[in-house]
């Protein structure tokens, strides 16, 4: 399960609809926008994305997840558009049947979206605003 929502990441929708009775391990990774960067104060994050591109290559890390780990699935929520902080900009469960592959499985979905996915960040300052290489 990949989206790209425009909307608050709904966490307690998303364990319903992947929680089943023979996982014995549910890991979530919220990303949640900080309120300071590079020394600076951040007032708002703003993120976009190719979609299509997005939305394919978001497939293929949850693909590879299942494949490379033993899980039993894996869902990547990632929000689009302006957030302040503390809001969750990104959502990451895994479903297994043991904690180990599922904290692995979870590692290796993060750092792959922030390698790979076309999705990208501003930073909003007090005092202006950037683009953010990916990887932060």
Not at 48 to 76: S, V
Not at 81 to 96: D, E, H
Request: charged share 30%; net charge neutral.
């Amino acid at each position: 399960m990949v989206r790209l929502v425009r909307e608050a990441i709904d966490l307690t929708s998303l364990r319903a609809a992947l929680l089943r009775p023979e996982d014995g391990a549910l890991v979530v990774f919220e990303g949640t926008v900080r309120d300071h960067a590079r020394g600076r104060r951040v007032c708002a994050l703003e993120y976009q994305a190719y979609e299509p591109m997005a939305l394919k290559k978001l497939e293929e890390i949850c693909d590879r997840a299942r494949r490379d780990f033993d899980i039993r699935e894996i869902a990547i929520v990632h929000r689009l558009g302006r957030l302040l902080p503390g809001q969750c900009s990104v959502a990451i469960m895994i479903c297994a049947a043991h904690r180990a592959p599922a904290f692995e499985a979870c590692r290796f979905a993060i750092d792959s979206l922030k390698k790979t996915v076309p999705i990208w960040k501003k930073e909003y300052y007090e005092d202006g605003a950037c683009w953010i290489e990916s990887g932060d």
